[in-house]
């Protein structure tokens, strides 16, 4: 590749002389000595190998070639601004692209208004989300498929760095009409009779892992298992079941009708954690959304847990 053999100042003060058609005008608005600019033209006319003006005590002209030259001088002056715009915008998280793994219910109800709040003040960045099953968003970090996830605390291996970011108490819905709907506060044995659904096996290993500590015949279990929470919500909705779900769920429940009652002694919790790249670099982009979801989030959540 030839090396370039002029530079974005020497273009600059081309394009004013030719506007300004006065080396001394051209030097006050550059903020240069007269004696400054003549030395960028002279730089440039070696570079480019034809003289580009022609100068009297009177009056400063655009030789032929430098009027062939103006046009290409100008558009590749406005690229390179251009280019140097984009770079600090990248440079100061203002714009590039952030792709974000969460599993279904983040995926849906809090990732799009954590963008839309970033948005109001980083119009260029743009944020995908990527949503995945629970077993994989922090795998999708670790081989490059997503910048960013964020969803239940689990174990990570050396390339991938997990950050707590708050807590959701699981709580149980159903409907109102359900017996449970009455009890201000529940207690895990109040569930032992009672038929649940679970929302995937994630969700099936955490109520089984709820009543371990309970002898055996009051433990409980989930009598079905579906694939999406809004399936188990819906099964809820129509009274045949009530299920267990962390509280900012209920994004999604009380559109529903469905009623939400805390489990007590003990209060389960289900632990939400950011997670990025710990062996790759982070675009500025990607950190700067990081950041606000670190601080965002746990105010969303927040909101979610009130009854």
């Known amino acids: 590749m030839a090396q370039l053999r002029f530079t974005p100042r020497q273009l600059d003060a081309f394009i004013v002389i030719a506007e300004m058609r006065s080396f001394t005008a051209a030097s006050q608005r550059l903020a240069l000595s007269p004696s400054a600019v003549s030395q960028l033209i002279s730089e440039l006319e070696d570079a480019v190998g034809f003289r580009l003006f022609d100068r009297s005590t009177r009056s400063v002209a655009l030789t032929s070639a ?10 590749a002056l406005k690229h390179l601004r251009q280019a140097e715009s984009i770079a600090e915008d990248v440079r100061n998280r203002a714009a590039g692209v952030v792709r974000i793994a969460a599993p279904m219910v983040l995926a849906s109800v809090m990732l799009p208004e954590a963008i839309r709040a970033y948005n109001a003040l980083h119009p260029k960045v743009v944020v995908r989300i990527r949503d995945a099953a629970v077993e994989r968003f922090v795998d999708m970090v670790a081989n ?3 910048d960013l996830a964020v969803g239940p605390d689990r174990v990570t291996g050396d390339d991938v760095h997990r950050q707590l970011l708050c807590e959701s108490a699981w709580v149980l819905w159903c409907a109102p009409d359900h017996p449970l709907a009455k009890k201000r506060r529940l207690h895990w044995r109040d569930l032992r009779d009672v038929q649940l659904v679970a929302a995937g096996r ?5 109520v089984a892992q709820m009543s371990m500590g309970q002898p055996q015949e009051q433990r409980i279990s989930a009598i079905d298992i579906v694939d999406n929470m809004t399936t188990a919500l819906g099964i809820a909705r129509a009274g045949l079941a009530a299920t267990l779900s962390p509280a900012y769920v209920q994004a999604l429940a009380k559109p529903l009708g469905l009623t939400m009652r805390r489990v007590v002694d003990p209060e389960i919790m289900r632990y939400i954690c950011l997670y990025q790249p710990a062996r ?17 989030l746990p105010r969303w959540n927040k909101s979610m847990s009130k009854t």
Do not use: I, V, Y
């Open 280 to 296: 790759r670099a982070t675009s500025p982009a990607a950190e700067g959304f990081a950041e606000h979801l670190a601080a965002w």
């Open 144 to 146: 490059g498929d997503a």
């Open 202 to 206: 994630d969700h099936e290993r955490n």
């Open 66 to 75: 430098g009027k062939e030259f103006l046009g290409s001088a100008e558009t």
